[in-house]
């Protein structure tokens, strides 16, 4: 995706893999050693896989740093998988690892950054895990990955929950939303983020969850399969406004579907 443009188009790379030399890809390397592309030294008899990368556009510069930096990891992985022990390309892999490392180490809106940030598994239009890089990174980048959302039911009034997002939340801060959502941890549950999410956000301990759905939202600031769950629980007395929420307030569906309406 060419982030940079205010209606975001879509963007082809093509990857190919062929052998660098003639070791056979598993084989026992020897002692000798020679430098790679990247300047890391290399057994001389290690299967090497050179990257080759085409660009539908005629155009380079429309792949912006993001995306080139997430293809070429997506494309060494493929080579290790292959039992290829190095690479080679024609892009610095150094420098966009570089880059990763950099905007991972910035932290969202005015939240604080943790020293290790959590990790985010990116996946296919299948929900299927490819691989696993910083959530800064990933959310920054609109990268699709995977998330939860949660519609809230009061028990006993039959409700809706909505809240107000804290001013400093980094996401719809300030706006008055009708789910709990967040981003599924890498190798985590989905069922078990939307527990962790609903204990974060509103302070709950305990309530009934069931998925409902499953789908690919895709737009210019979020990319990602979200998972959407309903629990319903004793929200009104035991739900807490915390430091992602700045307000609680219960509707009933009539009153809910009035306000969606205006």
């Given at each position: 995706?060419?982030?940079?443009?205010?209606?975001?188009?879509?963007?082809?790379?093509?990857?190919?893999?062929?052998?660098?030399?003639?070791?056979?890809?598993?084989?026992?390397?020897?002692?000798?050693?020679?430098?790679?592309?990247?300047?890391?030294?290399?057994?001389?008899?290690?299967?090497?896989?050179?990257?080759?990368?085409?660009?539908?556009?005629?155009?380079?510069?429309?792949?912006s740093?993001?995306?080139?930096?997430?293809?070429?990891?997506?494309?060494?992985?493929?080579?290790?998988?292959?039992?290829?022990?190095?690479?080679k390309?024609?892009?610095?892999?150094?420098?966009?690892?570089?880059?990763?490392?950099?905007?991972?180490s910035?932290?969202?809106?005015?939240?604080?950054?943790?020293?290790?940030?959590?990790?985010?598994?990116?996946?296919?239009?299948?929900?299927?895990?490819?691989?696993?890089?910083?959530?800064?990174?990933?959310?920054?980048?609109?990268?699709?990955?995977?998330?939860?959302t949660?519609?809230?039911?009061?028990?006993?009034?039959?409700?809706?929950?909505?809240?107000?997002?804290?001013?400093?939340?980094?996401?719809?801060?300030g706006?008055?939303?009708?789910?709990?959502?967040?981003?599924v941890?890498?190798?985590?549950?989905?069922?078990?983020?939307?527990?962790?999410?609903?204990?974060?956000?509103?302070?709950?301990?305990?309530?009934?969850?069931?998925k409902?759905d499953?789908?690919?939202?895709?737009?210019?600031?979020?990319?990602?399969?979200?998972?959407?769950?309903?629990?319903?629980?004793?929200?009104?007395?035991?739900?807490?406004?915390?430091?992602?929420?700045?307000?609680i307030?219960?509707?009933?569906?009539?009153?809910?579907?009035?306000?969606?309406?205006?």
């Amino acid at each position: 995706t060419n982030e940079q443009a205010g209606n975001p188009n879509e963007v082809i790379l093509v990857g190919r893999i062929a052998p660098a030399n003639k070791a056979t890809p598993k084989a026992k390397s020897s002692k000798s050693k020679t430098a790679s592309a990247g300047g890391n030294e290399v057994d001389e008899d290690s299967p090497i896989a050179e990257i080759q990368l085409d660009f539908v556009q005629e155009d380079q510069e429309d792949v912006s740093q993001a995306c080139l930096a997430v293809f070429l990891l997506l494309l060494q992985a493929c080579c290790f998988t292959l039992g290829y022990t190095e690479t080679k390309s024609p892009i610095n892999g150094e420098n966009l690892l570089a880059f990763i490392q950099e905007e991972s180490s910035q932290p969202l809106g005015s939240s604080s950054s943790p020293e290790e940030p959590e990790l985010s598994d990116i996946v296919a239009d299948n929900g299927m895990s490819i691989l696993r890089l910083p959530r800064p990174f990933v959310l920054r980048h609109a990268i699709l990955h995977r998330c939860i959302t949660i519609l809230c039911i009061d028990s006993s009034t039959k409700n809706f929950l909505l809240f107000r997002r804290a001013a400093s939340s980094w996401r719809s801060s300030g706006l008055l939303d009708m789910f709990i959502a967040g981003s599924v941890q890498s190798t985590e549950d989905s069922t078990l983020s939307a527990m962790r999410e609903l204990s974060e956000e509103l302070g709950m301990s305990s309530a009934k969850i069931r998925k409902i759905d499953r789908c690919v939202l895709r737009s210019r600031r979020v990319n990602t399969v979200v998972e959407s769950f309903v629990s319903i629980g004793d929200f009104q007395g035991n739900a807490k406004v915390t430091d992602e929420i700045s307000s609680i307030e219960y509707m009933p569906k009539s009153q809910l579907v009035e306000f969606l309406e205006k």
